[in-house]
T-cell receptor, first 114, second 115 residues
Framework: AQSVAQPEDQVNVAEGNPLTVKCTYS??????LFWYVQYPNRGLQFLLK??????LVKGSYGFEAEFNKSQTSFHLKKPSALVSDSALYFC????????????FGTGTQLKVEL | ETGVTQSPTHLIKTRGQQVTLRCSSQ?????VSWYQQALGQGPQFIFQ???????GRGNFPPRFSGLQFPNYSSELNVNALELDDSALYLC??????????????FGPGTRLTVL
């Protein structure tokens, strides 16, 4: 079975400060890890993914994520937050032999304040 | 925007009715997945279609069924609607090459309300 945990329901950060949204996972094979963002009344927008290779993955809008196999984590980061980054962020995992089914976390609401 | 479209945007049904939701996949994609997102939760995998056949199913009862057409568009059908079926239904398209499927790109969703 595969699972994803996002331990924080909400993260608050001041504009210009760095942000981190946490994600840990559990799979029975090699993980494929994804971050998506959801704005109100919208679908999910793809940010970045880790399949293999470099542990630091760079994605859209200045976001990046670091894959840590020993800690089974894939935290989303951005060096300088913008108010427009305020949204709901989902971490998701699939794995080799898992048929590309995505298992999502419960989401983290990011609020960036002036 | 991803190029994945869904219709209708919103839908209101009563308990016991049947509903059909539609999805057009992104150009060049051959795989469609459906997810249910209840309020305040993450999306839950319903099933996936590849080459017009179901290719994996989540923990949903048989009254949730689907189709994929030769142009890779897809339908999700739900029979005997229950109040708990109220949710945002998301379609995602992707490209499968060999045994591996690439990133899933999501449509805007259909908001279903069951009264």
């Amino acid at each position: 079975a595969q699972s994803v945990a996002q331990p924080e329901d909400q993260v608050n950060v001041a504009e210009g400060n760095p942000l981190t949204v946490k994600c840990t996972y559990s799979v029975s094979g090699n993980p494929y890890l994804f971050w998506y963002v959801q704005y109100p009344n919208r679908g999910l927008q793809f940010l970045l993914k880790y399949i293999t290779g470099d542990n630091l993955v760079k994605g859209s809008y200045g976001f990046e994520a670091e894959f840590n196999k020993s800690q089974t984590s894939f935290h989303l980061k951005k060096p300088s937050a913008l108010v427009s980054d305020s949204a709901l962020y989902f971490c998701a995992v699939s794995f080799t032999g898992g048929g590309n089914k995505l298992t999502f976390g419960t989401g983290t609401q990011l609020k960036v304040e002036l | 925007e991803t190029g994945v479209t869904q219709s209708p945007t919103h839908l209101i049904k009563t308990r016991g009715q049947q509903v059909t939701l539609r999805c057009s996949s992104q150009s060049g994609h051959n795989t469609v997945s459906w997810y249910q997102q209840a309020l305040g939760q993450g999306p839950q995998f319903i099933f996936q279609y590849y080459r017009e056949e179901e290719n994996g199913r989540g923990n949903f009862p048989p009254r949730f069924s689907g189709l994929q057409f030769p142009n890779y568009s897809s339908e999700l059908n739900v029979n005997a609607l229950e109040l708990d079926d109220s949710a945002l239904y998301l379609c995602a398209s992707s490209l499968r090459v060999g045994g591996r499927t690439d990133t899933q790109y999501f449509g805007p969703g259909t908001r279903l309300t069951v009264l």
